[in-house]
């Protein structure tokens, strides 16, 4: 069992370690930098703030010996998802692209946007794992982003919150957890294939306070601005919408499961 980097500290010390060298760490420090300006306010449903994950899937990274770039990038892998670019839309767009190859260069970049316009659900799971064959590099890489993405946010039961709802999540791991198991040890890192299995084991196997049941539900992320800061009426507007929005499709998911389960329907 590993114990990841959580602060930015804790982080670099560790790259040190594993012989990451000065030029590389400015290259990783550049990428931290930048996330910090990205995720500003941002905490992930559990409580954590998105800096901390994003920072543990680094760490995640560097402990494999991943190359410097592909460390960088999972330091603000999820920046076209969830970071604040000053406006209301989120997603990909060439200004957004441009901003974070001047920000940390095209070559981390590249796996960050590769990250957002990856297709990673239930449906292409087990797709992706019959064609690693066919994969370039890049996307090779990028894949081992989101197993090192799912390996933080499950290792504190933080999956829980980010799928939803408790069935959802293991009914999720049910589904897909041996198969990306399966692919980090395909890929080469027997060591991220047993951390996976062992995470998403004890998220099966979690028992939950009653008093946290509600807060299962929450929003995969949520801004939470100090009061000093004052967002735009037209921001604050769209965050509320999208929120609320996540909050009823979780919960329509819930609802599905649940008569599924009654009628003893499984899902395909």
């Known amino acids: 069992m590993h114990t990841y980097a959580q602060t930015n500290v804790q982080l670099f010390n560790q790259l040190r370690r594993d012989g990451y060298s000065n030029n590389e760490l400015s290259c990783i420090r550049n990428a931290y930098e930048h996330a910090k300006r990205l995720f500003t306010g941002l905490f992930l449903a559990s409580g954590r703030t998105q800096i901390a994950h994003v920072v543990g899937t680094a760490s995640i990274l560097g402990s494999v010996h991943l190359p410097t770039e592909v460390v960088a990038a999972g330091l603000i892998h999820n920046a076209y998802g969830t970071g604040d670019f000053g406006g ?11 901003h974070v190859m001047y920000a940390v260069g ?13 297709r990673w659900n239930s449906q ?4 992706i794992r019959n064609k690693l064959n066919a994969l ?10 989101f197993l090192a993405d799912q390996l933080e946010h499950h290792q504190d039961l933080g999956g829980l919150y980010y799928h939803g709802g408790i069935e959802i999540c293991q009914e999720f791991i049910d589904r897909n ?8 040890e395909n890929l080469g890192f027997p060591t991220l294939a047993a951390e996976l299995a062992r995470v998403f ?9 009653v008093e946290l049941l509600s807060e299962i539900s929450r929003p995969r992320s949520l801004v939470i601005p ?7 009426l037209s921001v604050a507007f769209y965050q509320e919408i999208i929120s ?13 499961h649940s008569l599924r389960s009654a009628l003893g329907v499984k899902k395909n």
């Open 106 to 118: 095209k070559n981390v970049e590249e796996y960050v946007y590769g990250f957002q316009a990856f």
């Open 201 to 209: 084991r004890e998220t099966v196997l979690a028992k939950i306070p």
């Open 88 to 98: 209301w839309k989120k997603g990909i767009s060439q200004a957004r692209r441009k």
């Open 124 to 127: 292409t799971i087990p797709v």
């Open 177 to 184: 957890g041996h198969i990306m198991v399966e692919i980090a």
């Open 226 to 232: 100090p009061k000093s800061y004052r967002r735009r």
């Open 244 to 256: 609320g929005l996540h909050y009823f499709r979780c919960k329509i998911n819930r609802r599905l």
């Open 136 to 145: 370039d590099p890049i996307n090779r890489n990028v894949l081992l982003i």
